[in-house]
């Protein structure tokens, strides 16, 4: 197995060291039947082996009595034991050690979601046989999509009754308030909670490890929305994941370039079609978080969407994301009207592959194309684009380039994107105590929180609690983080020269100078993470507002009310978030402010 370990996380950790195939090995006779593995179903009697072991998804499935789910799982089942038992009996075959303070009970709990969303996606991927879901398998032919490429995604199906699932997952255990948190289903005071997915073809979305997280749901008649994803839960955050990726990040690393698309068909068509380093966001606009998700798997990206006019604008608001963090773009450009999947459907896998090849580089698109031909129009939104760009030599080559192909002086714009760098007069900066600047906000959090762990470790259980190292932006508070964490579990007091170890001395050099003020850390804790929690919802109401806008260029009124709804429910959060913080201590001078740019 080739995963990731997150060493901060004990229970990933195991899995990463715990083979499936080895493990369920230990106790079935196994077989290898094409990519995965055969045996007798150890849960109930059979004669034919019904019971399939993945190695690529680290999960097993019986088709006789529909036991499955992960290594875990497996052993829960097996020995009759609980979470924390088969995390220690894993652990103790992988030879690893579970730290002491390890809270075993948020792990059970979150590893009890995790079991609730696989067992959904197999009671979807049932009923997708179904004589109701007729509807779902023609819209697959209609796509020319495969009975393989459906399994292999995982692809199902929502049936029409209003409880099918709950009734499902009580039936094996789960609560309501479960499937609540796991976003399932939808809880309305005076009635019982109800299925959020009806008569819908289901996309299940992975987390990178290959773990379902979410669907996304398509309407296969008339109403809207047409396409309705899970909600926010612990697990699923919109903005962060990529659809696909689980299944594709290793043909991404090899070709050392990504295809991003913007559907989820788009993506299945093109992975059918040979095409299979795709990836997709999560109905909702690129956000900094999947570029930066993305460029742990490739360099480069291909951005490849819709040849109308909604698709020439996510494009262009995906280049700025992409850019900002340090990936190079190409744009490839469909006739008007086509989009990834139908074109392929229609012209084939040669055609496509040929205006993959002819994609245009940041500059000549944008300066070209993106403008409709109006040269300032292009240069406005090149401007944009080099303005959220970090790496100054690459921006300073960008600005060259567009020099020479306008004969507009470097001098100008150097100046314009300086000025499209600078915040906006007049906008109010949301302030954090001893950050100001709203453009260094996030960093002075992240950092503040990385440097109180190094300084008060007795802390390091609250600030564990309160912020993952995987959740951290900044990449030397990141790495402090992960460091603290380490020397934590193993019961050591952290080193003055963990800063020079990791090659983060000048990053936290006036930290380490001025400290921080003597008195209880607690409220300034909660300070920084208030920011942070804050931002967050800034982020994911910015998102909200950009939806909007193109809701009502389509006026596309249900899809309006429905985001007005979720940008005040958001704006309330962030409330909340606010008044929190009051009432725990904060003086009104540090509070963070209010931001006038997200009502209209």
């Known amino acids: 197995m080739n995963k990731p370990v997150d060493r901060a996380d004990p229970v990933e950790e195991v899995r990463a060291a715990s083979d499936i195939v080895g493990v369920v090995g230990g106790y079935v006779r196994l077989r290898k039947a094409g990519r995965n593995h055969k045996g007798l179903c150890p849960f109930h009697k059979e004669k034919t082996p019904s019971f399939i072991v993945s190695p690529d998804r680290q999960t097993f499935h019986c088709f006789g009595c529909g036991k499955g789910g992960d290594v875990f799982r497996f052993i829960m089942e097996i020995d009759g034991v609980r979470f924390p038992d088969a995390l220690r009996l894993l652990a103790e075959r992988a030879g690893i050690r579970i730290p002491e303070k390890t809270d075993l009970r948020a792990q059970e709990k979150r590893e009890r979601i995790f079991g609730l969303l696989a067992s959904a996606a197999r009671f979807y991927q049932g009923e997708l046989r179904s004589a109701s879901a007729e509807p779902a398998r023609r819209f697959l032919q209609a796509r020319r999509l495969s009975k393989e490429t459906a399994e292999l995604f995982g692809l199902g199906y929502a049936p029409g009754g209003w409880r099918a699932l709950r009734e499902k997952a009580r039936s094996e255990g789960f609560t309501d308030e479960e499937m609540g948190e796991a976003g399932l289903v939808v809880a309305k005071e ?44 612990e697990l699923f955050r919109k903005g962060e994941g990529l659809y696909g990726l689980s299944v594709t990040k290793g043909e991404i690393r090899s070709a050392g370039e990504a295809v991003l698309v913007e559907g989820y068909t788009d993506l299945l068509a093109l992975y059918q079609g040979g095409i299979r380093n795709a990836v997709a966001p999560l109905g909702t606009a690129f956000t900094p978080s999947q570029a930066r998700l993305l460029s742990n798997y490739a360099e480069r990206v291909l951005v490849l969407f819709d040849g109308d006019e909604a698709g020439l604008r996510a494009a262009l608001r995906s280049l700025e994301t992409l850019a900002g963090e340090g990936l190079a773009v190409r744009v490839v450009e469909l006739p008007a009207g086509s989009d990834p999947d139908s074109f392929l459907r229609e012209k084939g896998k040669e055609p496509l592959e040929a ?21 300032e129009s292009g240069l406005r939104d090149l401007v944009r684009v080099l303005a959220s760009m970090k790496d100054e030599i690459r921006r300073s080559l960008f600005v060259r380039e567009a020099a020479e192909r306008t004969g507009v002086s470097e001098e100008i714009l150097h100046r314009e994107v300086a000025r499209a760098r600078r915040p906006e007069e007049g906008t109010p900066a949301a302030a954090v105590r001893f950050s100001p600047v709203a453009s260094r906000r996030l960093l002075e959090a992240e950092r503040g929180i990385a440097y109180l762990g190094y300084q008060f470790p007795e802390l390091l259980p609250v600030v564990r609690k309160a912020l993952a190292p995987g959740e951290v932006e900044d990449a030397a508070a990141r790495r402090l983080l992960e460091s603290l964490f380490a020397s934590a579990d193993r019961g050591e007091e952290p ?25 209880d850390p607690l409220p300034r804790l909660r300070d920084y993470v208030a920011c942070l929690r804050e931002e967050e919802i800034n982020r994911r109401i910015r998102r909200v507002q950009e939806e909007l ?20 429910a958001l704006a309330k959060r962030r409330q909340k978030i606010v008044a929190a913080a009051r009432d725990e201590g904060w003086d009104s001078s540090f509070r963070p402010a209010e931001r006038s740019d997200e009502g209209r």
């Not at 309407?219 to 909600?231: A, R, V």
């Not at 806008?549 to 940008?567: G, I, Q, T, Y």
């Open 190 to 233: 005076g009635s019982n909670p109800y299925d959020r997915f009806r008569d819908r073809l289901l996309f299940p979305i992975h987390n990178v490890g290959g773990r379902v997280i979410g669907f996304g749901g398509r309407i296969l008649g008339d109403g809207e929305p047409k396409y309705l994803n899970s909600p926010e839960t």
């Open 355 to 375: 205006l993959m090849r002819a994609a245009l580089p940041l500059v000549p698109f944008l300066l070209g194309r993106a403008g409709g031909g109006d040269r």
């Open 495 to 519: 080193r003055e020269s963990v800063f020079t170890m990791l090659g983060i001395d000048g990053d936290f050099a006036r930290l380490r100078v001025e400290g921080h003020p003597d008195g």
């Open 549 to 568: 806008r193109d809701a009502e260029e389509r006026k596309d009124l249900d899809a309006c009310a429905r985001l007005v709804e979720e940008r005040a």
